[in-house]
């Protein structure tokens, strides 16, 4: 996150008809953006995840104020999901970064910020891969939420326990939600997106590509993204029948038939076991 603007959320890539086969598959996941450091300290982005030739973008950074000016700042990042957009005069909306996907991948826009007539900052929202970032409210004082996260189907609930990744929302697993927009003055912090995104002041969760939450001036530093992750999921494929054959169909004492073998699938050899009968 940003110094008021939420982090965005890298992008979700999810391939139900991958097929495997024996070549090596190059594997990185993907490390979270790292938050602003303060006073002329700029937000940055996520790096990708990769898995083979299929890539997930990393989210956008979240827009940063540079100084106490209002014009002296830097702009919310594209990314897989955007990053939530700064504030800068009053009713001066600061856009959000926009989403950049992949084939197959899904990620939002992140949010507005803006800034309250009577002097409240307030931030946009990060986006997420299951919406967008919220806006700020200038009418509410109140800085966007993060873009939720978007449900998988490679993880059920029940298996989240076990390997404790993403974020449960009823029934279903989120991963990648955006980071929460901040604020000062009389004005209402936003909050994370399910699936990962940080509250204001907190990281992303880490192995759900989570956006981080944005800090509320340059005295505070932004809070980093969450790491990506990558999971591998695979059910083998039906073996085809293995038929045995002789070339005669019955022998007799002393005499020699051949055996063929055919159908199956896979690799390796086949053993062939003899046993002699009574006499």
């Known amino acids: 996150g940003g110094t008021y603007g939420g982090g965005g959320a890298g992008e979700l890539l999810e391939n139900t008809s991958f097929s495997f086969n024996s070549s090596p598959y190059t594997v ?4 979270g953006g790292t938050g602003s450091q303060g006073t002329n300290s700029e937000a940055n982005d996520g790096s990708d995840s990769v898995f083979g030739a299929l890539t997930a973008n990393g ?36 856009s959000g970064g926009s989403s950049v996907l992949t084939a197959g991948g899904v ?26 970032g919220g806006d700020a409210d200038t009418s509410a004082a109140t800085a966007g939420d993060g873009g939720i996260g978007a449900a998988v189907s490679i993880l059920s609930v029940s298996e989240f326990a076990q390997v404790n990744l993403g974020e449960v929302d ?19 912090a936003g909050s994370g997106g399910l699936g990962g995104g940080g509250d204001a002041f907190v990281v992303g969760l880490p192995n759900s590509g989570g956006g981080g939450g944005g800090s509320s001036s340059t005295s505070w530093a932004g809070r980093a ?25 019955s022998v007799a004492f002393g005499s ?23 006499c």
């Open 59 to 94: 989210g956008g950074a979240g827009g940063s104020l540079l100084s106490s000016a209002d014009n002296n700042g830097s702009p919310a990042r594209d990314g897989g999901s955007g990053g939530g957009g700064r504030t800068q005069g009053i009713n001066t909306p600061q």
């Open 225 to 249: 993204g969450g790491s990506g992750v990558v999971i591998i999921r695979y059910t083998r494929a039906a073996q085809s029948a293995l038929a045995v054959t002789s070339s005669a169909s």
């Open 170 to 188: 009823d029934e279903v697993v989120r991963f990648a939600g955006g980071g929460a927009g901040n604020r000062n003055g009389a004005a209402t």
């Open 256 to 278: 020699a038939v051949t055996l063929s073998v055919s159908g199956g699938s896979g690799v390796g050899a086949e053993t062939l076991a003899l046993t002699s009968g009574d």
């Open 107 to 132: 990620g939002f826009a992140g949010g507005d910020g803006n800034k309250t007539a009577a002097g409240a900052r307030i931030a946009g929202g990060g986006g997420g891969a299951g919406g967008p």
């Open 28 to 31: 990185a996941v993907g490390g």
